[in-house]
């Protein structure tokens, strides 16, 4: 059964605003490498909603490939969700050498709620959020797929859950610790207990909001975030690192044009990784202070979820592949997993239904 959805219709987990573009010339990444060494041309087509029917080469099936994380101890093998239709969730770690794949968990281990956002950490542990919409309940399990244990009760909102450096320490957006002064972000140790907290609003002038955060070194709190400046007429979005429990120091402004989101961001030793959904993915040189383009996005190839090895610095992408079924608005959306060198830009498919 293909798997159509309404743009509508998609999951408010997302919090995305998608933009159609009328025209999008071309994929920025030259060519991927296939499973049989070959080459493929992989182009953008374009559609908009006055377009009749479109048709794309590949056939979609009814699995689709989600939120890959790359293991801390090495960069050949990462753990994703996987859907299938009827709506089964798994989440798989999967070894890229050998192809081979161990199911962790499922929907049905999780009281037949959906799983998403996983994070390994580097005392095994992975952590990932289950629940629908923009609420979700905080799970882990030990990455050989014993353990598994709710890890905070259902009222506690939990999303986009991430590990400290070494990985004894979670902090994840969502509810904020009550009768605070200034809103805070708790953060748990891995018996779920709060040891530490991070406050999103309120650094420098009081006008920094904190976002989506991502890659830490040593404490949580020298993590790097993304954040939103209130003060700022369109807001401005962008990248930082909090510096003390006072100081947000903002490292890039991504300039993000209006209906465009700032979904994903990943570093490997001096180079931010980020995605603004449906307009491109980037990278970032704190040395040199450049920015540059590795992948334009367009209506019919999109990337939202990136994870960054912290061994060798390649890149796993899911990127949505989009084709448009009527006029009336009806897209089909695969989502697959690509294996990205961000130094030759060779893209290898991982996971990917054709």
Known sequence: MKQVRQLSLLSSSLCLVLILFASCKKDKIPNITDNNNGTETVPCESFNWQDPAITLNSVYGDTIFLEPCFSPFTDDEFVYVRRIS?????????????????????????GGVGISQPDWGKQGRIIFSVGTGSSGIGYIINNDGTGLNQFLPPDVNFIKPKFNGNGTQIHAIGAGIPNTTVAMFPIYNLEG????????????????????QSFFDGEIKEGLFGYRDNSKTPEELGL????????????TTTNTPEGYQLTDIDKYQNYIYYVLYGKGFYQYNELTGTTKLLQEMCDTRKILNI????????ILIEEHHNSKLSEFGGVLIQPNIYLLNPNTMEKTPILVKK
């Open 240 to 251: 930082g690192f909090i510096t003390s429990d006072s100081t947000f120091q903002p490292v």
């Open 307 to 314: 994870s960054v090895s912290q061994i060798t610095g390649n």
């Open 86 to 110: 009827g709506g089964l969730h798994e989440l798989v770690k999967y070894k890229i050498s050998t192809e081979e794949e161990q199911i962790l968990c499922n929907i049905n281990e999780t």
């Open 193 to 212: 207990n709060i040891v530490d907290s991070l406050r999103f609003m309120g650094y420098n002038d009081g006008t920094i909001g904190i976002g989506g």
